[in-house]
């Protein structure tokens, strides 16, 4: 059985752990299976990519990666 997670998607969190803690922001992604949340502006890594059609030239992006999701706490009331 799947579990349930009292945070969802578009929810404001609080950062409780980690290199990130104190930030807040917006939940993006929910992943169950791994039990961890990706959250906008937090934990960003720079990933480099090949070159494709939509972006001939390659290079670097910044990604948020998945964080625990013990590791977030919900910000009630915004």
């Known amino acids: 059985m ?10 404001t969190v609080e950062i409780i752990a980690g ?14 299976k791994k039990e961890a949340v990706i959250v906008e502006g937090c934990k960003v890594a720079k990933k480099a990519i090949k070159p494709s059609e939509q972006n001939p030239e390659g290079g670097f992006v910044n ?16």
């Open 2 to 11: 799947a579990t349930k997670f009292k945070i969802k998607k578009g929810d």
């Open 63 to 78: 990604k948020e990666m998945p964080i625990h999701i013990s590791n977030v706490r919900k910000v009630e009331g915004e």
């Open 19 to 32: 290199d990130d803690k104190g930030k807040t922001g917006t939940v993006l992604q929910v992943l169950p």
